[in-house]
């Protein structure tokens, strides 16, 4: 099992602009250089003013964006796409989602699977994105090509709703979406108004664009990597409390025979008390780390989780903070601080 982190950071997090030279421009330099100093070289002060000069011309004022919190999860599986690739899973998918994807050579087309935790916008705010553009895929699976046998998704839906019959696109054709039944049925509340205006279709559901999966607690989802096997159960955290509403989030929990890879995703610290169990018998738990200055009181911050044992905080990967606050810890204290592309293998 691999785990990329395709994001680390908090939800209203946006990255920097930073003065840089492209590569292209550095290469250019080369010949440059060579020929102005030559083998004779020049003093250290020339080449210095010389290189700072060229600095001020060429430079260009670049963004590094701050991915939101999602994660990339590969299976040495059969994945549903057809390819030799692996089988791949995106935990949470937040509204800038595909370029975080792309940032790693992916794309929609290339997730056979999405897991949902909570309705906030940092973690499904590219449904969207996700449902319409592999729906009007032709080749997201080998089974939707023989389905489709060559025929336009659009004629398909109109000739199919003209007759009265519902559209449906069959399971194999469309990307698994996994999640609690509650949060399905907000994710669709969500997507609603984007989603419900297929051409000529008047039924149209979250099924349309995904094949739904409903986890139940202590019902876990089997995945194969490689000769070993991992079940996915889901662990419930409490995320938001307002009022007389409540906001839970869905973990995931992965374990094997001899490993326990825990995600809570967004979690006020040890709510409910229950986490600590899952805490303790995990080996790894990548962990939301708020760092603002200004609390939320809907994520655990960083000095609540530096008051945990040692041996708790050995196990923790920190992730979800504040792009220009990264967590201040000391040396071993956690076992990672994640980044955008920081990779994982279990």
């Not at 595909?98 to 906030?120: C, M, N």
């Not at 876990?220 to 009022?243: C, E």
């Amino acid at each position: 099992m691999k785990v990329t982190v395709i994001g680390a950071s908090s939800a209203f997090s946006v990255g920097e602009f930073k003065n840089a030279i492209p590569v292209d421009k550095l290469q250019s330099l080369i010949p440059e250089l060579t020929k102005k100093f030559g083998k004779s070289g020049g003093s250290e002060d020339k080449i210095t003013k010389y290189l700072n000069d060229y600095f001020e011309e060429h430079k260009e004022h670049l963004y590094a964006p701050a991915w939101q919190s999602n994660f990339l999860i590969e299976f040495d599986q059969k994945n549903i796409r057809g390819d030799d690739s692996p089988y791949r899973l995106v935990l949470d998918f937040g509204s800038d989602v595909r370029h975080a994807l792309a940032s790693e050579g992916l794309d929609f087309k290339d997730i056979d699977a999405y897991y949902v935790s909570h309705p906030h916008d940092d973690h499904i705010g590219g449904v969207e994105g996700i449902a319409l553009k592999t729906f009007f895929n032709p080749f997201f699976t080998k089974r939707k090509v023989a389905w489709l046998d060559g025929e336009n998704i659009i004629d398909k839906i109109t000739y199919k709703a003209a007759r009265g019959q519902l559209y449906k696109v069959p399971k194999e054709a469309k990307p698994i979406m996994f999640g609690h039944r509650d949060i399905l049925d907000a994710l669709w509340q969500a997507a609603e108004p984007g989603l419900l205006t297929l051409q000529q279709v008047r039924e149209v559901t979250l099924d349309t664009y995904f094949n739904t999966k409903e986890m139940m607690e202590n019902e876990p989802l089997t995945f194969k990597d490689g000769k070993r096997t991992w079940q996915a159960y889901i662990v419930l955290s409490m995320h938001v409390v307002s009022g007389d509403a409540t906001m839970p989030s869905y973990g995931l929990i992965f374990e094997t025979e001899d490993t326990i890879v825990f995600f809570p995703t967004d979690t006020q610290f040890m709510v409910p008390p229950q986490l600590r169990g899952h805490y303790m018998k995990s080996d790894y738990i990548f962990h939301d780390t708020e760092t603002s200055p200004f609390p939320s009181g809907v994520h655990t911050r960083l000095e609540e989780l530096k008051t945990l044992p040692a041996d708790l905080k050995k196990k923790m990967i920190l992730y979800h903070y504040d792009s220009t606050v990264v967590p201040d810890v000391d040396e071993g204290e956690f076992y990672d601080i994640a980044y955008a592309g920081s990779t994982y293998e279990f």
